[in-house]
């Protein structure tokens, strides 16, 4: 069946620096995919999407490709800030376009 | 409203006992999805509707789980005999249509089973 794997975290960084987490999938298709946050003791929010091969989705300095060749989604960021702590989720839409299959999610920790 | 929004915010509950969990979709929003995040499984998918009607059920765990959507807006999830591992964080999430849709979830209902 459809899955979403994504890096284990948590991943700790100070600010300014790189980001990359890491997300790759197994589906039929070509499916659409999302990033999705959650910032502390808020509830889930898309960050990005996208919806065909190549396409990059972009928000609030993040960056995704979708890359059908190594059917991954990594999302990337060049300089993290404090604020961008939070649990992120990689997901895809399954194929009939009823529901989201999401990765375990990572725990991003930034310091100043 | 603004948003999603679910209530309670949190429910205790003694193992055996049936509860409800509410979810208020945004207006307009013909698609209402339940999912269940848990420190064990993550975020699953439980249910999904179309309207009032409900097409993919298939990540219902148990036949203890159900769900109705009334007036294609307010949905209801009733999990009967209630057993501990029924602890988590039920979510609800609306969109405007199907696949590609953004779709937006609510804060959440925390259930826990003692």
């Known amino acids: 069946g459809d899955s979403v794997t994504q890096m284990e975290g948590p991943v700790t960084l100070s600010e300014e620096a790189f980001l990359t987490i890491n997300c790759t999938y197994t589906?039929?298709?070509?499916?659409?995919l999302f990033w999705y946050v959650q910032y502390p003791g808020e509830g889930l929010q898309l960050l990005l999407k996208?919806?065909?091969?190549?396409d990059k989705g972009s928000n609030k300095g993040f960056e995704a490709t979708y890359r059908k060749e190594t059917t991954s989604f990594h999302l990337e960021k060049g300089s993290v800030q404090v604020s961008d702590s939070a649990v992120y989720f990689c997901?895809?839409?399954?194929?009939?376009?009823?529901?989201?299959?999401f990765g375990k999610g990572t725990t991003l920790s930034v310091s100043s | 409203g603004a948003g999603v929004s679910q209530s309670p915010s949190n429910k205790v509950t003694e193992k055996g006992k049936d509860v409800e969990l509410r979810c208020d979709p945004i207006?307009?929003?013909?698609?209402l999805y339940w999912y269940r995040q848990s420190l064990g499984q993550g975020l699953e998918f439980l249910i999904y509707?179309?309207?009032?009607?409900?097409?993919?059920k298939s990540g219902l765990p148990s036949d203890r789980f159900s769900a109705e959507r009334t007036g294609g807006s307010v949905s209801t999830l009733t999990i009967q005999r209630t057993q501990q591992e029924d602890s988590a964080v039920y979510l609800c999430?609306?969109?405007?249509?199907?696949?590609?849709?953004?779709?937006?979830f609510g804060p959440g209902t925390r259930l826990t089973v003692l």
């Open positions: 997901a895809l839409m399954n194929q009939a376009g009823t529901a989201l299959i």
């Open positions: 207006s307009g929003h013909t698609a």
């Open positions: 999430a609306s969109s405007l249509g199907v696949s590609a849709d953004t779709q937006y």
């Open positions: 509707f179309q309207g009032n009607s409900a097409p993919d």
């Open positions: 996208a919806t065909k091969a190549d």
């Open positions: 589906a039929t298709g070509y499916p659409s």
